[in-house]
């Protein structure tokens, strides 16, 4: 697929407090670049100051993390990149992710002997498992509350400008990047019902887009410009979007041949 091998129509920023962002780009690089080297998925930078989040008070319901980052790697006779992985994990910047809750039950959703880690409690958490076939798999999963899964797939397909390709009633997914023994999937989850979405304040989700312009009135929420080519918005449960206006090749260059021949039936020939 043609699509899966061109730029990347998708990346994550990761909002770090200031002094942070070095640290926090580095170890995700040295995790990566064992796994994945030749995709650049994950961009840190620095608030200017620290932010203070608050509670949501949801009454009778659980909350669960808005966005995880999967790893489905293999284990090679003779290779421990996955021991390598799970090593890196566990000591810092890394922090243990909560499965249990205050009376040290496994919060809903979660499986038992499953590990999850964070770099920082707004931004996703992170799990790694083995697969013994197949390409290996890097999974960005945004979970969608029971009401909100279906106009959210429709939403992010509207933006990818493809079909998501259905794999459970409750799931499914986009491949962004393709080789013969990788992928970097974009996937939506649908929560129990009575479930609703922890929003992670520090990640937003940047896709790169054509048409801007015909997309905007058709989002669910404002969408507001924070620069020349960016625009800013979220989805149904509040996770946040970045929309860059990008131009493929071909389209450039259609516009850079039109521009010019435009100028010079334009400008003054001297005949009459």
């Given at each position: 697929?043609?699509?899966?091998?061109?730029p990347?129509?998708?990346?994550?920023?990761?909002l770090a407090?200031?002094g942070?962002g070095?640290?926090?780009?580095?170890?995700?690089d040295?995790?990566?670049d064992?796994?994945?080297?030749?995709?650049?998925?994950f961009?840190?930078?620095?608030?200017?100051?620290?932010?203070?989040?608050?509670e949501k008070?949801h009454?009778?319901?659980?909350?669960f993390?808005?966005?995880?980052?999967?790893?489905?790697?293999?284990?090679?006779?003779?290779?421990?990149r996955?021991?390598?992985?799970?090593d890196?994990?566990?000591?810092s910047?890394?922090?243990?992710?909560?499965t249990?809750?205050t009376?040290?039950?496994?919060?809903?959703?979660?499986?038992a002997?499953?590990?999850?880690?964070?770099?920082d409690?707004?931004m996703?958490?992170w799990?790694?498992?083995?697969?013994?076939?197949?390409?290996?798999?890097?999974?960005?999963?945004?979970?969608?509350?029971f009401?909100?899964?279906e106009?959210?797939?429709?939403?992010?397909?509207?933006?990818?400008?493809?079909?998501?390709?259905?794999q459970?009633?409750?799931?499914?997914?986009?491949?962004?990047?393709?080789s013969?023994?990788?992928?970097?999937?974009?996937?939506?989850?649908?929560?129990?019902?009575?479930?609703?979405?922890?929003?992670k304040e520090?990640?937003?989700?940047?896709?790169?887009?054509q048409?801007?312009?015909q997309?905007?009135?058709?989002?669910?929420?404002?969408?507001?410009?924070i620069?020349?080519?960016?625009?800013q918005?979220?989805?149904?449960?509040?996770?946040?979007?970045?929309?860059?206006?990008?131009?493929?090749?071909?389209v450039?260059?259609?516009?850079v041949?039109?521009?010019?021949?435009?100028?010079?039936?334009s400008?003054?020939?001297?005949?009459?």
């Open positions: 697929m043609d699509e899966t091998q061109g990347l129509a998708m990346t994550v920023h990761l407090n200031s942070h070095s640290l926090l780009q580095r170890t995700l040295q995790l990566l064992c796994i994945c080297p030749e995709v650049r998925l961009q840190v930078s620095e608030r200017a100051s620290p932010v203070k989040y608050c008070s009454s009778k319901r659980s909350r993390p808005g966005m995880s980052v999967l790893l489905f790697l293999h284990e090679s006779p003779g290779e421990d996955l021991f390598r992985v799970l890196s994990l566990q000591h910047p890394w922090q243990c992710y909560p249990q809750d009376r040290g039950r496994l919060c809903p959703y979660f499986f002997n499953q590990e999850f880690y964070s770099l409690s707004q996703p958490i799990g790694v498992r083995q697969v013994h076939c197949g390409s290996e798999i890097l999974r960005v999963t945004l979970y969608c509350s009401d909100n899964y106009d959210a797939v429709r939403l992010y397909e509207m933006i990818l400008q493809r079909e998501a390709t259905l459970k009633s409750n799931f499914c997914f986009f491949v962004l990047y393709a013969k023994s990788f992928a970097l999937q974009l996937s939506l989850k649908q929560l129990p019902p009575g479930m609703s979405v922890d929003p520090s990640s937003v989700l940047q896709f790169k887009v048409e801007i312009g997309l905007v009135p058709l989002l669910p929420n404002p969408c507001i410009p620069s020349s080519t960016r625009w918005t979220q989805d149904y449960d509040g996770n946040k979007i970045l929309l860059q206006r990008w131009e493929s090749s071909s450039a260059q259609t516009r041949r039109w521009c010019h021949h435009s100028s010079l039936r400008s003054p020939s001297g005949f009459k």
